[in-house]
C-alpha cells in the first residue's frame, strides 16, 4: 500500500445523460490501465431520470416491460441489482488505482460507505451500515446505493445519495433487489438541501478519506 498522497482530479458537472457519463468513464478507465501512474479520478453529477442494472440483476425487480414502457433502461458491468438516477441525486463516480491504495474490494467499498457515514455526521445524522448488504443507511431508510466495477485494480461506477431527489421513480422497481427495507431522501431530515450544497461536502471527505489532494477541473 502506498501511504503518499496522490492527486485525484475533481469533475464537479451538473445533470449529465447517463449513457454520456458511462463513455467518460470508460475511457478514463482505458487510459489508465495503459498508464497506471496518470491522476485518480473524482466526478460529481446528476444524471436525468434513468435506470440501470448491474451485470448479473434480476429483471424481475422491475415492476414494469421496459419494451413496453418507456424509461431509459441500461444494463451495465457494474455490480449489484436495479437501481433508479434522477435529478436530485448526488452521484460519485470515482476512477481510482486501487495499486495506489489497497488492492482489496471489500476495503474500498468499506471506504465508499465510511465517505458517506462522515457526510451525514457533518449535519449530525447517524448513518449506518447493515450487515450483509452494500451502502449507507439512515433511520432505516437506505440513503446511499453503491455498485462498482474494478478492471486490473482501476475501479469505475460507484454511489449515489438520495439529496432532494423525487423518489417516484424508485416505486417502478424493487431498489437494489431488497424488498423489505424503504429508500429514503435527505431531505427528509434537512429540508431545503441541495445537491450544489453537498457536492463539495463529499469530496472533501472523500479526499480525506482516501488521503487524496484534489484538484478542481473545470
Known amino acids: 500500500m502506498f501511504s503518499s498522497t496522490r492527486k485525484c482530479l475533481l469533475y464537479q458537472q451538473g445533470l449529465v445523460p447517463y449513457l454520456e457519463?458511462?463513455?467518460?468513464?470508460?475511457s478514463l478507465l482505458v487510459e489508465r490501465r495503459?498508464?497506471?501512474?496518470?491522476?485518480?479520478v473524482l466526478i460529481l453529477l446528476e444524471h436525468p431520470s434513468v435506470y440501470?442494472?448491474?451485470?448479473g440483476a434480476n429483471h424481475d425487480f422491475l415492476k414494469f416491460d421496459p419494451q413496453v414502457i418507456g424509461y431509459e433502461v441500461y444494463q451495465v458491468e457494474r455490480g449489484g441489482e436495479v437501481t433508479y438516477h434522477c435529478?436530485?441525486?448526488?452521484?460519485?463516480?470515482?476512477?481510482?488505482?486501487?495499486?495506489?491504495h489497497q488492492k482489496d474490494l471489500n476495503w474500498y467499498l468499506r471506504q465508499l460507505e465510511k465517505v458517506l457515514i462522515q457526510t451525514l455526521e457533518i449535519y449530525g445524522l447517524h448513518g449506518?451500515?447493515?450487515?450483509?448488504?452494500?451502502?449507507?443507511?439512515?433511520?432505516?431508510?437506505?440513503?446511499?446505493?453503491?455498485?462498482?466495477?474494478?478492471?486490473?485494480?482501476?475501479?469505475?461506477?460507484?454511489?449515489?445519495?438520495?439529496?432532494?431527489?423525487?423518489?417516484?421513480?424508485?416505486?417502478?422497481?424493487?431498489?437494489?433487489?431488497?424488498?423489505?427495507?424503504?429508500?429514503?431522501?435527505?431531505?427528509?431530515?434537512?429540508?431545503?438541501?441541495?445537491?450544489?450544497?453537498?457536492?463539495?461536502?463529499?469530496?472533501?471527505?472523500?479526499?480525506?478519506?482516501?488521503?487524496?489532494?484534489?484538484?478542481?477541473?473545470?
Request: with cysteine; charged share 20%; glycine share 10%.
Open 52 to 55: 440501470t442494472l448491474g451485470k
Open 128 to 218: 449506518e451500515c447493515l450487515p450483509g448488504f452494500t451502502g449507507v443507511w439512515l433511520e432505516g431508510y437506505k440513503i446511499a446505493a453503491i455498485g462498482i466495477k474494478v478492471s486490473r485494480w482501476i475501479t469505475m461506477h460507484g454511489f449515489a445519495i438520495n439529496i432532494c431527489a423525487d423518489m417516484t421513480g424508485f416505486k417502478h422497481i424493487v431498489p437494489c433487489g431488497i424488498v423489505d427495507k424503504p429508500v429514503g431522501c435527505l431531505e427528509k431530515w434537512l429540508p431545503g438541501i441541495t445537491v450544489k450544497e453537498v457536492s463539495p461536502i463529499v469530496a472533501h471527505v472523500f479526499a480525506q478519506v482516501f488521503n487524496l489532494e484534489l484538484v478542481r477541473q473545470s
Open 87 to 100: 435529478p436530485g441525486q448526488l452521484i460519485g463516480y470515482p476512477i481510482m488505482n486501487l495499486q495506489y
Open 34 to 40: 495503459e498508464n497506471p501512474e496518470l491522476d485518480d
Open 21 to 26: 457519463a458511462h463513455e467518460w468513464q470508460k
